[in-house]
């Protein structure tokens, strides 16, 4: 499912958490894109519709798109491109590094290659260099990563990310174009901190062989399909939940959509089977959320049920008590609600890589920016 | 459930089984997931569950083959609460009675949020309420908005509350400018209604009761449960639960319960904080943590209610409360 | 103490002829097919159905549950639910009511409910008439109803229960609406045969959907929200195929199990009188068919080689049948209740489905669009002067003015 006519095109994906970084990354967006105009290229922006309505940590890809000159067939809004698109990865939240997405299995998934990874992080380009080979990436890889703390250049991340992506993206459109665009927005005081960003972001020249990548060797197909076993030719339970295991065990979107079920296999009236009494569905997993994740410190832990009772997602075992991780979305209430303040937050790079990343936007500070 | 209802008295009683499990595409710290957790797990496994449309309908089902439910749900139109309600009740009671299914206690939970029970479902809302079915409950989770669709204001959304529909801006700077339409009351008033309660998902032991005296009532019921929404009233995830003790002991919202005609206060906080303190808390009253003259009329609105929140728990019985308009 | 041949004697004199109006016969169809979930809400002219099952089940004659809803939005999504429970239901409306409940209709098809439904068509608001006319039922014809005029209160009592085999049939699971033109129907009395509960018990299974909504049986999730990469397509697909086997098999299938029970013939599609022969073919549906057969009759008389054909199912539509059926046929007119605004030839829906039914057809007939809207009756004069216009066309070879509003005051611009 390659898509040529998406590979002529330039491509930036802004990778960020929903609600925290919508505004940042439409702002980025729109800075760039004006840019890009600014360089005579024809440029559009939007969020991935499929990720709409943004939800709170949930990540959602913002895409900026540039033609040479035009842009003639519509953009997907639902599926990933795939195939060699992007031109630059921006990632506004490092937690995102180690994750897969519901639609990318892996981060470089759709990137060119010869790409540039841009990271808010204040870990050094050849520590992020090793995140990715082990976590975000399955292909051979020849470009480069350019770091920032975006932070630094203003409480409003856009500006530091807006001037390491134009790093990135040069010759595309210059540095003086972006700063055109944003005198065209009226943000004439924002220009010095997104030359700054430009100037002073770290970047480093990379290459990957796609066979030293951990992910290129664990990387599996889809697998056989069992025979349908549905009577009258469309689903039963035993049948429906064999199709549900294999989508969920798809390692692409591409291969979930492989999985998917032809007309006649589905149950007149689209008829769905839920999972049994306390079975997690493993249709939806959402580790992909957490920016932190809560640690229990048995030492302390009382048994109080506090946070399993309080947590929006079950992702609490009642008996023992002990955090889900793969449906865990980090989001702290039970760290709040513990009696014995026995659950610490750490961040997900120093839980899985023991890193120390100090680079973060607490939702509080988003929510400064974005909603106060 | 049939007869007296099974209530809890602890946390730990909370039953362990999970009828709406883990992995749904809901934000992180989402009030209204918690309440479907909590009111799936007080109404246990001979429920059937119907969802209108909303953040609980469309993040529950990101995709396909990924449903939540261990129970039997259907899908229902946003403002169709009330029926597929009504609808589900009557099925059962004709196949029982006429002999096409066992005859036992199933209950019919609506879980529906405030845009679709408060505005568009209000009438059918209030045609099921009318009926004597029993083991029916319409769960309103109050989010305060119709969250799914980017927040916008609905009639349960504060007054100067700050919604894409209702922002605030130079020329109108308070937001949302009409106050939170009490839709329990609105419940309590349809005649010979049984059971009638406002939650919080920030008091499981008190929602779990309420849940179980509600589908044992014998008639239609409605909770009204307030769920705190990290994205629509902009505030971490992490506070989802102490935002719903505030609202709670500042008195913004009253937990009470109005059985078989009696009504009476089941939480009373013997100071109530200054609200306020509650405002601060919430992105979406940012526009007014500077404007006296707003602040001033909620704290008013708030005690004033309070009034007659006390008056109705001394006599037992409903009186309309009236809150003047805001003047500034 | 009766002698049994007494109680025979009796029981056949019970199921003599009544005279009923399309209300009460419907409603006797409700009864006999053991509907246990009725939701009713007024509007003229279809309300005597509910009126008339309120007064049977207070008097006991048989059980369902009843329910006065709010609005025809809440009928129509009480219906779906109780249908999705596993129960047998029955609804109705007509006119602006009906587009009231339209968004609980659609989803109800696209949903693949079982749902029977009555239409007691009537012209939809501004303003508001009394008058009959198609379009409302006509606003449902895409999305997956069966959809069946009837012609009298006999057939409105017959194709209700006949729909819930259809509808409820495995291989279709689709709501049917049963058309009653107005108050020609649901409320002029005429002789009606009800069937006998025997005779239905032997042709109408009971309702046992596959997966019923009850924590009795497994737990399913139903209408999910999806994402259409990964299905979407197929789901409306699946629809389609139900819409294909429910024309090609179980439609012909049921009708001719029904004749079987009562020991005549049913046409399941369309009825043509006069057709052997004809040039001419007026093609009409419902109530006012009776005036095209009169019409047909005393032209018939006086040499002139015209036929008349009542379409029973607009959906599915009887594509193939029908181009057979008119066959050497040099001549259509399309008696029509309803209007298409702005439609390709500004022409009226059904004529719009016939032409389309022609284009592939070997031998394209001239067709012309009698257009009767805004419910104004139609007089015989009215319908004779048409089927002359008709006649002339096909001398001419051609149709000058395929269009024409025949019961409008003024110039038919």
Same mark, same amino acid.
């Given at each position: 499912?390659?898509?040529?006519?998406?590979?002529?095109?330039?491509?930036?994906?802004?990778?960020?958490?929903?609600?925290?970084?919508?505004?940042?990354?439409?702002?980025?967006?729109?800075?760039?894109?004006?840019?890009?105009?600014?360089?005579?290229?024809?440029?559009?922006?939007?969020?991935?519709?499929?990720?709409?309505?943004?939800?709170?940590?949930?990540?959602?890809?913002?895409?900026?798109?540039?033609?040479?000159?035009?842009?003639?067939?519509?953009?997907?809004?639902?599926?990933?491109?795939?195939?060699?698109?992007?031109?630059?990865?921006?990632?506004?939240?490092?937690?995102?590094?180690?994750?897969?997405?519901?639609?990318?299995?892996?981060?470089?998934?759709?990137?060119?290659?010869?790409?540039?990874?841009?990271?808010?992080?204040?870990?050094?380009?050849?520590?992020?260099?090793?995140?990715?080979?082990?976590?975000?990436?399955?292909?051979?890889?020849?470009?480069?990563?350019?770091?920032?703390?975006?932070?630094?250049?203003?409480?409003?991340?856009?500006?530091?990310?807006?001037?390491?992506?134009?790093?990135?993206?040069?010759?595309?459109?210059?540095?003086?174009?972006?700063?055109?665009?944003?005198?065209?927005?009226?943000?004439?005081?924002?220009?010095?901190?997104?030359?700054?960003?430009?100037?002073?972001?770290?970047?480093?020249d990379v290459t990957l062989k796609a066979q030293d990548c951990e992910q290129y060797k664990l990387k599996s197909s889809l697998g056989e399909a069992k025979p349908?076993?549905?009577?009258?030719?469309?689903?039963?339970?035993?049948?429906?939940?064999?199709?549900?295991?294999?989508?969920?065990?798809?390692?692409?979107?591409?291969?979930?959509?492989?999985?998917?079920?032809?007309?006649?296999?589905?149950?007149?009236?689209?008829?769905?089977?839920?999972?049994?009494?306390?079975?997690?569905?493993?249709?939806?997993?959402?580790?992909?959320?957490?920016?932190?994740?809560?640690?229990?410190?048995?030492?302390?832990?009382?048994?109080?049920?506090?946070?399993?009772?309080?947590?929006?997602?079950?992702?609490?075992?009642?008996?023992?008590?002990?955090?889900?991780?793969?449906?865990?979305?980090?989001?702290?209430?039970?760290?709040?609600?513990?009696?014995?303040?026995?659950?610490?937050?750490?961040?997900?790079?120093?839980?899985?890589?023991?890193?120390?990343?100090?680079?973060?936007?607490?939702?509080?500070?988003?929510?400064?920016?974005?909603?106060? | 459930?049939?007869?007296?209802?099974?209530?809890?008295?602890?946390?730990?009683?909370?039953?362990?089984?999970? &009828?709406? #499990?883990?992995?749904?595409? =809901?934000?992180? %710290?989402? @009030?209204? +997931?918690? $309440?479907?957790?909590?009111?799936?797990?007080?109404?246990?496994?001979?429920?059937?569950?119907?969802?209108?449309?909303?953040?609980?309908?469309?993040?529950?089902?990101?995709?396909?083959?990924?449903?939540? &439910?261990? #129970?039997?749900?259907?899908? =229902?139109?946003? %403002?169709? @609460?009330? +029926?597929? $309600?009504?609808?589900?009740?009557?099925?059962?009671?004709?196949?029982?009675?006429?002999?096409?299914?066992?005859?036992?206690?199933?209950?019919?939970?609506?879980?529906?949020?405030?845009?679709?029970?408060?505005?568009?479902?209000?009438?059918?809302?209030?045609?099921?309420?009318?009926?004597?079915?029993?083991?029916?409950?319409?769960?309103?989770?109050?989010?305060?908005?119709?969250?799914?669709?980017?927040?916008?204001?609905?009639?349960?959304?504060?007054?100067?509350?700050?919604?894409?529909?209702?922002?605030?801006?130079?020329?109108?700077?308070?937001?949302?400018?009409?106050?939170?339409?009490?839709?329990?009351?609105?419940?309590?008033?349809?005649?010979?209604?049984?059971?009638?309660?406002?939650?919080?998902?920030?008091?499981?032991?008190?929602?779990?009761?309420?849940?179980?005296?509600?589908?044992?009532?014998?008639?239609?019921?409605?909770?009204?449960?307030?769920?705190?929404?990290?994205?629509?009233?902009?505030?971490?995830?992490?506070?989802?639960?102490?935002?719903?003790?505030?609202?709670?002991?500042?008195?913004?919202?009253?937990?009470?319960?109005?059985?078989?005609?009696?009504?009476?206060?089941?939480?009373?906080?013997?100071?109530?904080?200054?609200?306020?303190?509650?405002?601060?808390?919430?992105?979406?009253?940012?526009?007014?943590?500077?404007?006296?003259?707003?602040?001033?009329?909620?704290?008013?609105?708030?005690?004033?209610?309070?009034?007659?929140?006390?008056?109705?728990?001394?006599?037992?019985?409903?009186?309309?409360?009236?809150?003047?308009?805001?003047?500034? | 103490?009766?002698?049994?041949?007494?109680?025979?004697?009796?029981?056949?004199?019970?199921?003599?002829?009544?005279?009923?109006?399309?209300?009460?016969?419907?409603?006797?169809?409700?009864?006999?097919?053991?509907?246990?979930?009725?939701?009713?809400?007024?509007?003229?002219?279809?309300?005597?159905?509910?009126?008339?099952?309120?007064?049977?089940?207070?008097?006991?004659?048989?059980?369902?549950?009843?329910?006065?809803?709010?609005?025809?939005?809440?009928?129509?999504?009480?219906?779906?639910?109780?249908?999705?429970?596993?129960?047998?239901?029955?609804?109705?409306?007509?006119?602006?009511?009906?587009?009231?409940?339209?968004?609980?209709?659609?989803?109800?098809?696209?949903?693949?409910?079982?749902?029977?439904?009555?239409?007691?068509?009537?012209?939809?608001?501004?303003?508001?008439?009394?008058?009959?006319?198609?379009?409302?039922?006509?606003?449902?014809?895409?999305?997956?109803?069966?959809?069946?005029?009837?012609?009298?209160?006999?057939?409105?009592?017959?194709?209700?229960?006949?729909?819930?085999?259809?509808?409820?049939?495995?291989?279709?699971?689709?709501?049917?609406?049963?058309?009653?033109?107005?108050?020609?129907?649901?409320?002029?009395?005429?002789?009606?045969?009800?069937?006998?509960?025997?005779?239905?018990?032997?042709?109408?299974?009971?309702?046992?959907?596959?997966?019923?909504?009850?924590?009795?049986?497994?737990?399913?999730?139903?209408?999910?929200?999806?994402?259409?990469?990964?299905?979407?397509?197929?789901?409306?697909?699946?629809?389609?195929?139900?819409?294909?086997?429910?024309?090609?098999?179980?439609?012909?299938?049921?009708?001719?199990?029904?004749?079987?029970?009562?020991?005549?013939?049913?046409?399941?599609?369309?009825?043509?009188?006069?057709?052997?022969?004809?040039?001419?073919?007026?093609?009409?549906?419902?109530?006012?068919?009776?005036?095209?057969?009169?019409?047909?009759?005393?032209?018939?008389?006086?040499?002139?080689?015209?036929?008349?054909?009542?379409?029973?199912?607009?959906?599915?539509?009887?594509?193939?049948?029908?181009?057979?059926?008119?066959?050497?046929?040099?001549?259509?007119?399309?008696?029509?209740?309803?209007?298409?605004?702005?439609?390709?030839?500004?022409?009226?829906?059904?004529?719009?489905?016939?032409?389309?039914?022609?284009?592939?057809?070997?031998?394209?007939?001239?067709?012309?669009?009698?257009?009767?809207?805004?419910?104004?009756?139609?007089?015989?004069?009215?319908?004779?002067?048409?089927?002359?216009?008709?006649?002339?066309?096909?001398?001419?070879?051609?149709?000058?003015?395929?269009?024409?509003?025949?019961?409008?005051?003024?110039?038919?611009?």
């Open positions: 499912m390659v898509s040529p006519e998406l590979e002529e095109l330039t491509w930036l994906a802004i990778h960020g958490r929903g609600v925290i970084n919508t505004a940042h990354s439409s702002q980025i967006a729109l800075t760039l894109s004006q840019a890009g105009v600014a360089a005579g290229r024809e440029a559009f922006y939007y969020m991935r519709y499929d990720d709409s309505p943004e939800r709170v940590q949930l990540p959602f890809i913002y895409y900026a798109v540039f033609g040479n000159p035009r842009i003639r067939v519509i953009l997907p809004e639902e599926v990933e491109p795939v195939g060699s698109v992007f031109d630059t990865v921006a990632v506004l939240d490092s937690s995102l590094l180690v994750k897969s997405t519901s639609q990318r299995a892996l981060l470089m998934d759709g990137a060119k290659k010869k790409a540039s990874l841009v990271v808010n992080t204040s870990l050094k380009p050849s520590v992020i260099l090793n995140l990715v080979r082990k976590y975000g990436c399955a292909q051979d890889w020849e470009g480069k990563i350019i770091t920032l703390r975006a932070k630094k250049y203003g409480q409003n991340i856009a500006l530091g990310m807006t001037g390491a992506i134009a790093k990135a993206m040069e010759p595309l459109y210059s540095i003086d174009d972006v700063v055109e665009s944003l005198e065209s927005e009226g943000k004439t005081d924002s220009v010095d901190a997104v030359r700054s960003a430009y100037e002073e972001a770290d970047s480093l349908f076993k549905g009577a009258k030719g469309w689903w039963d339970r035993e049948a429906y939940m064999s199709l549900k295991e294999r989508a969920a065990n798809a390692p692409t979107y591409e291969q979930r959509i492989e999985a998917m079920p032809s007309w006649e296999q589905i149950a007149p009236a689209l008829i769905e089977f839920g999972p049994k009494v306390s079975e997690r569905n493993i249709g939806f997993k959402t580790s992909f959320a957490r920016t932190f994740r809560p640690v229990i410190d048995y030492g302390k832990c009382v048994n109080c049920k506090l946070c399993h009772v309080f947590c929006p997602d079950g992702a609490i075992d009642y008996e023992p008590i002990k955090v889900n991780y793969e449906y865990c979305k980090g989001c702290g209430i039970c760290a709040r609600v513990c009696g014995s303040k026995a659950i610490s937050m750490p961040h997900e790079l120093q839980a899985l890589e023991g890193l120390d990343e100090e680079e973060f936007l607490t939702i509080r500070e988003a929510l400064i920016e974005y909603a106060y | 459930m049939s007869g007296e209802p099974r209530l809890i008295r602890k946390l730990t009683e909370i039953p362990a089984e999970d &009828y709406y #499990v883990s992995g749904h595409r =809901t934000c992180a %710290g989402c @009030g209204p +997931a918690l $309440g479907y957790r909590l009111v799936l797990k007080a109404a246990g496994p001979k429920t059937i569950v119907l969802g209108p449309t909303g953040c609980m309908y469309v993040a529950n089902g990101h995709q396909f083959l990924s449903s939540p &439910y261990a #129970v039997p749900w259907y899908h =229902t139109q946003l %403002g169709a @609460g009330g +029926a597929a $309600g009504i609808g589900t009740a009557a099925a059962l009671r004709a196949l029982m009675f006429k002999g096409k299914r066992k005859v036992e206690d199933v209950n019919v939970v609506v879980y529906g949020g405030d845009g679709g029970f408060a505005d568009i479902g209000l009438s059918g809302l209030s045609m099921g309420l009318t009926y004597d079915y029993p083991h029916l409950l319409y769960l309103l989770y109050d989010n305060e908005s119709y969250a799914n669709t980017g927040v916008q204001a609905s009639s349960t959304t504060p007054f100067g509350s700050s919604t894409t529909f209702t922002p605030s801006g130079k020329v109108k700077a308070i937001g949302n400018e009409r106050l939170k339409k009490d839709m329990a009351l609105i419940a309590a008033v349809h005649p010979s209604i049984g059971y009638v309660a406002t939650a919080s998902v920030s008091n499981p032991v008190d929602l779990v009761n309420k849940v179980r005296k509600a589908l044992s009532s014998g008639r239609p019921s409605l909770v009204q449960l307030l769920a705190p929404c990290p994205k629509g009233w902009a505030f971490p995830p992490e506070e989802t639960i102490e935002i719903g003790q505030m609202a709670v002991s500042t008195g913004m919202w009253a937990l009470w319960e109005y059985e078989n005609g009696h009504f009476r206060l089941t939480s009373k906080p013997a100071t109530r904080r200054r609200i306020s303190e509650y405002v601060m808390k919430q992105g979406r009253f940012s526009h007014l943590w500077k404007n006296e003259a707003a602040l001033e009329y909620m704290q008013l609105s708030v005690d004033e209610q309070w009034g007659y929140w006390e008056e109705m728990d001394k006599t037992g019985k409903i009186i309309l409360p009236w809150t003047p308009p805001y003047q500034g | 103490m009766m002698s049994k041949s007494s109680q025979v004697a009796v029981q056949k004199a019970v199921q003599k002829r009544r005279v009923w109006t399309g209300a009460r016969s419907v409603a006797e169809a409700v009864k006999l097919a053991d509907v246990d979930v009725i939701a009713a809400y007024p509007i003229r002219p279809y309300t005597g159905i509910m009126n008339a099952l309120a007064t049977m089940i207070a008097g006991g004659d048989f059980y369902a549950e009843y329910l006065v809803c709010d609005s025809e939005h809440s009928q129509f999504e009480v219906v779906k639910h109780a249908s999705a429970v596993g129960a047998r239901t029955f609804v109705g409306s007509s006119g602006t009511g009906l587009v009231y409940g339209a968004e609980a209709a659609v989803v109800t098809a696209l949903g693949q409910l079982p749902v029977v439904g009555i239409v007691g068509c009537r012209s939809l608001d501004d303003p508001g008439n009394f008058g009959m006319e198609w379009n409302d039922a006509f606003m449902f014809r895409d999305v997956g109803w069966l959809m069946e005029w009837s012609k009298d209160p006999q057939e409105a009592l017959e194709m209700t229960l006949v729909a819930y085999r259809i509808a409820e049939d495995p291989r279709v699971l689709l709501p049917h609406f049963v058309a009653l033109d107005g108050a020609a129907i649901t409320h002029v009395a005429s002789p009606v045969t009800p069937p006998t509960k025997e005779q239905v018990a032997k042709f109408l299974p009971p309702y046992k959907p596959l997966h019923p909504l009850d924590p009795a049986y497994e737990s399913v999730s139903k209408a999910m929200h999806i994402a259409p990469s990964l299905i979407g397509p197929e789901q409306r697909k699946s629809i389609d195929a139900a819409m294909k086997r429910a024309k090609n098999i179980v439609i012909p299938e049921a009708w001719k199990a029904w004749g079987d029970t009562i020991g005549r013939e049913y046409p399941p599609f369309f009825e043509g009188t006069q057709m052997e022969d004809a040039d001419y073919a007026i093609l009409s549906m419902g109530a006012y068919s009776r005036n095209v057969e009169y019409v047909v009759e005393r032209m018939r008389e006086s040499g002139v080689k015209v036929g008349s054909l009542r379409l029973k199912y607009l959906r599915p539509f009887p594509t193939e049948e029908l181009v057979k059926a008119l066959d050497g046929v040099k001549g259509i007119g399309v008696v029509d209740f309803s209007y298409s605004f702005g439609s390709p030839g500004n022409g009226s829906v059904l004529y719009n489905d016939v032409r389309a039914a022609f284009y592939e057809a070997e031998q394209r007939p001239l067709i012309m669009d009698y257009i009767f809207a805004g419910g104004r009756e139609m007089t015989i004069p009215e319908l004779e002067k048409s089927i002359q216009a008709l006649i002339e066309s096909v001398r001419k070879g051609r149709v000058d003015k395929p269009v024409r509003w025949v019961t409008v005051r003024g110039e038919d611009v």
